[in-house]
């Protein structure tokens, strides 16, 4: 018997652009670190998109620090004194890729504005570029759009006509970001129109103002930035049996959204030998198709092994909270003057040491206790059949 290990492959576009922009590389072992605005900052909130992360690419063991900074920009990033600039501590992190989130505030200056962006923001991608953050080789980056602003309900923020103006200024913006990237060789990761199509599609907002996102905005949001990062959707796998007739598939975990979906895993199966399939979790059927079928994909609905790939998602994300919340309490201590600042002599170094020790082990153990959630353990067999 012949056993694949499926892979999570990212859908083909319809066009490939005449120059295609360089795609960012994730590599075993590396830790992703998050730097920019408001947009960026509150991800750690509710844990969408590193626990997508983790579930869409479990073999690569991947980490993640958020250091994003509420109302950063490309050249604006104040402190509180001696917390250190951001190059110290992405080489804290070791990071080595550093994904940017800038455009959003800057886009307040309006049409004007455009030219000290572009100038500011290429500085930054060169200079970000250049640096060994992980101690080894220089960073790998990416640089993500803005998203757009929504139009809530008459009453609830600014206007219809307000919000499509600064819509207008804000896809500007991205596109300056885009051609700035391009200038540079850095991956850029458009997730504008994503998450407009969201805001679009459902009927409740998806932001708590207007401007920013609400949970389930979140929960969109991650899913249109891992699509960018190469992921394909969470609840679906796409392999091949490279023309044989029998496959191991390991399907991901699911973690649950703010409406408690995904209920469904997709899974496609494509270049099967002729011939009629049934896909097995133990002496359980879960599918059966002939291989034509099973190459257009077929929808696991709700079963308990749909059930355990949930709870399983579910726990990942949970944890990911619980190491993003201890993460921050370590990074943006509210007790920061006697760590860093005008009383770390002679107070701090006797009592907080120790204790950023601890807070660095406890982070530490639950990126490995995410990292081991990351494997569903499941292994579903897909194998020949009569009918």
Known sequence: MKYLTAVLLLASS????????????????????????????????????ESGLLA????????????????????????PLDFGAVDRHLETQGADVVLLFYGANESFAG???????????????????????????????????????????????????AVERRNVDLRAYAEAAEAVAAENGVPFLDI?????????????????NGV?????????????????LGASAPDTVVTSAEGGGELEIRPPVLPPGPNGNP?????SVRDLAP????????????????????????DIQATPAITALVEAGDGLRRVVLRKSRLFFDRYRAVNGYYIYGGRKEP???HSFPPEMVRFDELVGELDAEARDLAHSGETWRLERVDR
């Open 14 to 49: 319809a066009a490939a652009p005449a120059a295609a922009a360089p795609a960012l590389e994730l590599r075993p072992g590396d830790r992703l670190c998050l730097v920019g605005n408001t947009f960026a900052e509150r991800f750690q909130l509710f844990g969408y998109f």
């Open 192 to 208: 504008f129109d994503g998450v407009a199509a969201a805001f679009a599609g459902e009927p409740a907002p998806l932001t708590i």
């Open 275 to 298: 011939g009629y399939y049934a896909l097995r979790r133990g002496d359980q059927t879960l599918a059966s198709a002939s291989d034509r079928d099973w190459a257009k994909g077929l």
């Open 212 to 228: 920013h996102l609400n949970e389930a905005g979140y929960w969109h949001a991650a899913r249109v930035l891992l699509g960018a």
């Open 347 to 349: 107070f701090g170094v």
């Open 111 to 161: 049409v004007e504005g455009l030219p000290g962006f572009r100038n500011n923001l290429g500085r930054l991608l060169r200079h970000v570029s250049k640096q060994h953050y992980n101690g080894s080789e220089p960073a790998r980056i990416a640089l993500v759009s803005p998203i757009p602003q929504q139009a809530l309900p008459s009453g609830h923020g600014l206007g219809a006509a």
């Open 56 to 79: 869409a690419f479990p073999d690569l063991e991947l980490s993640v620090r958020n250091l994003a900074w509420s109302a950063d920009e490309t050249a604006l990033r104040p402190r």
């Open 263 to 267: 209920d469904r895993l997709r899974i």
